[in-house]
């Protein structure tokens, strides 16, 4: 049980190239989440997914766009990258019913993106 | 959205000593959190507390919905507890995954 995994765990891009981060769980979770984190910052949602075939935006979603592939994977895409796009990306899921606190979330290891 | 403040925003103590931190929010939820990030980045939840008080080992939590706080409580510090503690809400109302972040509190713990 490998929990929540993510790809790469580092990137470097030049600006306006473009790239996807790969987000998969194996916890037969429902709902998936993007979120960015900047230095000295707490984390802040970028998109969400609730249940398979939905997404919507969260606080900072202009620059992305997601795809819910299928109940397990969850990717997000930068089109056109931007400096301010450099940043620690993490992938998380919750939903596990039945265990008493379905609503906890479970983040991957993160993936560090330079924009340069 | 929801605000959330954490305090105090950097802490260090000394192997042993015990320690509490808040976090205050701005309107009523119905999903409280508190992670903690260790020094490699790792992401780690502690605690689903929207409400009531719950225990793990050397850390315990209590969140007062009514005042608008939650306290995690760190006893017995030891240096692995070293690393930056997220409370993180979801107001009423909202998308329960729909998590907003406070800023961190800092924790070094020396030996």
């Known amino acids: 049980n490998a929990g929540v995994t993510q790809t790469p765990k580092f990137q470097v891009l030049k600006t306006g190239q473009s790239m996807t981060l790969q987000c998969a769980q194996d916890m037969n979770h429902n709902s998936m989440y993007w979120y960015r984190q900047d230095p000295g910052m707490g984390l802040r949602l970028i998109y969400y997914?609730?249940?398979?075939?939905t997404t919507d935006k969260g606080e900072v979603p202009n620059g992305y766009n997601v795809s819910r592939l299928n109940k397990r994977e969850f990717s997000l895409r930068l089109e056109s990258a931007a400096p301010s796009q450099t940043s620690v990306y993490f992938c998380a899921s919750s939903g596990k019913w039945g265990t008493g606190s379905q609503e906890t979330q479970y983040f991957g290891p993160g993936t560090r993106l330079l924009v340069l | 959205g929801i605000q959330v403040e954490q305090s105090p925003p950097d802490l260090i103590l000394q192997e042993g000593a015990n320690s509490t931190l808040r976090c205050n929010f701005s309107?009523?939820?119905?999903?409280l959190q508190w992670f903690h990030q260790n020094p490699w980045g790792q992401l780690i939840n502690l605690f689903y507390i929207p409400s009531g008080t719950k225990q793990n080992g050397r850390l315990s939590a209590t969140t007062v919905a009514t005042e608008r706080y939650s306290l995690l409580y760190i006893s017995s510090s030891q240096t692995t507890d070293s690393g930056v503690y997220f409370c993180a809400v979801a107001g009423r109302g909202s998308t329960l995954g729909r998590l907003y972040f406070g800023r961190g509190t800092q924790l070094t713990v020396w030996s």
């Open positions: 309107d009523s939820v119905n999903n």
């Open positions: 997914s609730a249940s398979e075939g």
